[in-house]
């Protein structure tokens, strides 16, 4: 059974700090990238921050100099280390894995809230 369970989420004061965990398992090929998504209220899901092949990081602009991405293979973890966090930041985010047959695994969201 294919499980991407994701924990860390929470409420923080803008300039606050959460590290998120996914935790894989059950999927017995490699991946292609594994990072994470957000959906904030009413808007679609877009990307933040993944690893792509060779292990190159990659992020969305709004978050680069403040969010970190880091992977433990033995674990089959990856986290999302998120610093000086702000409002617009809220949002259910969700661990995605792309699998090497191309198979699109996500988890079921941690629900990330800042306030100013």
Known sequence: ???LVESGGG???AGGSLTLSC???GISESDISMGWYRQAPG???DFVANFA???YKNYRDAVKGRFTISRDNAK???YLQMNDLKPEDTGVYFCNFYSQSQRDYW???TQVTVSS
Do not use: D, W
């Open 1 to 3: 059974q294919v499980q």
């Open 11 to 13: 409420s923080v004061q």
């Open 23 to 25: 935790r894989v398992s």
């Open 43 to 45: 808007k679609e899901r």
């Open 53 to 55: 092949r060779a292990g």
């Open 76 to 78: 089959n973890t990856v």
């Open 107 to 109: 988890g079921q969201g």
